[in-house]
């Protein structure tokens, strides 16, 4: 059983920054993604950045710049350092495995950017 845990968010100002952890337990197969999306009420869920086994990464365009991920591959964990955070980044963040089409996801974490 994949268990993801999320840990980092909270609230923040605008321009302030915040950094995510998520570690996972393990037990998928290389190569494997791992990654951040992020979901506001109403709304679908939405890439932010993905990062493989092998260190290619995938941002989104609103975050490109801004956000940076990167894993720790020995313990199975992946971060997301946020700088120059926006209102728009407002969210609850999930992390997610991609393995071999098996998707496994974390409880969230809230991220709130307000003044």
């Known amino acids: 059983q994949v268990q993801l845990v999320e840990s980092g968010g909270g609230s923040v100002q605008p321009g302030g920054s915040l950094r995510l952890s998520c570690a996972s337990s393990?037990?998928?197969?290389?190569?494997?993604?791992m990654g951040w999306y992020r979901q506001v009420p109403g709304k679908q869920r939405e890439l932010v950045a993905t990062?493989?086994?092998?260190?290619?990464?995938n941002y989104a365009d609103s975050v490109k710049g801004r956000f940076t991920i990167s894993i720790d591959n020995a313990k199975y964990t992946v971060y997301l350092q946020m700088n120059s955070l926006s209102p728009e980044d407002t969210a609850v963040y999930y992390c997610n495995v991609n393995s071999y089409s098996n998707n496994y996801w974390g409880q969230g974490t809230q991220v709130t950017v307000s003044s």
């Open positions: 990062i493989s086994s092998l260190g290619s990464t």
């Open positions: 393990g037990g998928f197969f290389t190569p494997y993604r």
